[in-house]
């Protein structure tokens, strides 16, 4: 069970730190790569960058903070999901280099260790309560 801890907290910290600088970048930063901005060269309109942020910053509040329903949970594990697959193909789509479309699918891979992870420690946790 400690073993598990750990690794559903190394992968979730490595998703939520990638969350993070991907909001503060959003917000605060242009990409020089990209001197019109990363959500133009992608092709999104100006006004996801706002749904996306204040999509992540929830997503973030329902994998970090505690007592948070399951299904609030797993609709945030869902949403990143989407998020980090949605990244990699709009990279693909527009001729990025190889980085740029596999980076967003490594921390997908992270994201999936994070939620099977804490399926396991949640599935413990109720049978230690007595529910099977």
Request: glycine letters at 8%; aromatic letters at 18%.
């Amino acid at each position: 069970m400690k073993r598990d801890k750990l690794i559903y907290w190394i992968t979730t910290g490595i998703v939520s730190a990638v969350m993070i600088f991907s909001i503060l970048s959003f917000t605060f930063f242009e990409y020089a790569m990209y001197p019109e901005g990363a959500f133009k060269h992608l092709g999104l309109p100006p006004y996801f960058k706002i749904e996306i942020t204040i999509a992540k910053a929830l997503g973030l509040l329902a994998l970090l903070l505690p007592n948070i329903p399951s299904k609030i949970k797993e609709f945030a594990y869902f949403g990143f999901g989407i998020t980090l697959f949605s990244a990699s193909f709009a990279h693909f789509s527009t001729g990025d280099g190889f980085l740029y479309i596999i980076d967003p699918l490594l921390f997908l891979g992270c994201l999936i260790v994070s939620y099977v992870y804490w399926k396991r420690i949640e599935g413990a946790e109720l049978h230690k309560q007595g529910h099977p």
